[in-house]
């Protein structure tokens, strides 16, 4: 098990977001956390990125128990995090976006490797321009490579095809397939456009007011079944 979460809460001040969330993440397969706006989504890859610390629960990476840790150190144990809102810098051109990576790796790896041209050709091709120069998919394109640049074990992707264009959310598609298929990462995918969800996950959660209302394989739910969870 990549990923394994017992009873996960988390406050925003006085207020409860995340109620005893148990879910898992296996490497070679693809979690989905579904739900409508609001339930506690972006919370949980929060918590479990160390981005807004947990308060209660525990977290295992790879079967070893995690303390609560910042995001610099969460990245240094093998996750990678691609935020809402893709969180590129904008002054810095894609080549120094992506050897932002780098501060996580021994200096010996501090390389980009040819894959993620090969998996993103546009960052090639506007390897000088300013990351906040380019196009909202161009974006989230670069944000995703600066993450595998990490070479994470555990990749946690929120919302990537908000507000992109559909041959960019297939690209995005593919490539969330060919990490899969590889077999050495666990993949937990945040996203509400049920039809790119569905494709793609192995596995689901359904969050409601903070908690899981429903989990299960793709076969033990269902496409009927996992739409009216997340429709309602």
């Known amino acids: 098990m990549m990923l394994k979460t017992e009873a996960l809460t988390l406050h925003y001040g006085g207020s409860?977001?995340?109620?005893?969330?148990?879910?898992?993440?296996?490497?070679?397969?693809?979690?989905?956390?579904?739900?409508?706006?609001?339930?506690?989504?972006?919370?949980?890859?929060?918590?479990?990125?160390?981005?807004?610390?947990?308060?209660?629960?525990?977290?295992?990476?790879?079967?070893a128990e995690l303390p609560v840790l910042p995001p610099q150190a969460m990245?240094?144990?093998?996750?990678?995090?691609?935020?809402?809102g893709r969180?590129?810098?904008?002054l810095l051109t894609v080549t120094e976006n992506l050897e932002t990576g780098f501060a996580v790796l021994p200096r010996?790896?501090?390389?980009?490797?040819?894959?993620?041209?090969a998996l993103f050709p546009v960052l090639k091709d506007m390897a000088h321009r300013r990351g906040g120069d380019l196009s909202g998919g161009q974006q989230q394109q670069l944000a995703i490579a600066r993450a595998l640049i990490m070479r994470p074990k555990l990749l946690l992707?929120?919302?990537?095809?908000?507000?992109?264009?559909?041959?960019?959310?297939?690209q995005i598609g593919r490539v969330i397939s060919y990490l899969r298929e590889k077999g050495d990462m666990a993949i937990v995918l945040v996203e509400q456009y049920f039809d790119f969800a569905y494709d793609l996950a192995d596995r689901f959660y359904v969050l409601k007011r903070g908690a899981v209302d429903l989990s299960g394989t793709r076969a033990e739910l269902g496409r009927d079944r996992l739409k009216q969870a997340v429709s309602v």
């Open 108 to 117: 010996a790896e501090h390389r980009i490797p040819e894959e993620i041209y």
């Open 75 to 84: 990245a240094r144990r093998g996750l990678g995090f691609v935020p809402q």
């Open 157 to 170: 992707l929120d919302e990537p095809t908000e507000g992109i264009q559909p041959n960019i959310i297939q």
């Open 16 to 63: 409860q977001i995340l109620h005893g969330i148990d879910m898992e993440a296996r490497a070679g397969e693809v979690t989905c956390i579904m739900g409508t706006n609001g339930v506690g989504k972006t919370s949980l890859l929060k918590a479990i990125s160390g981005t807004h610390p947990r308060s209660g629960g525990r977290i295992f990476l790879e079967g």
């Open 87 to 90: 969180m590129i810098f904008p």
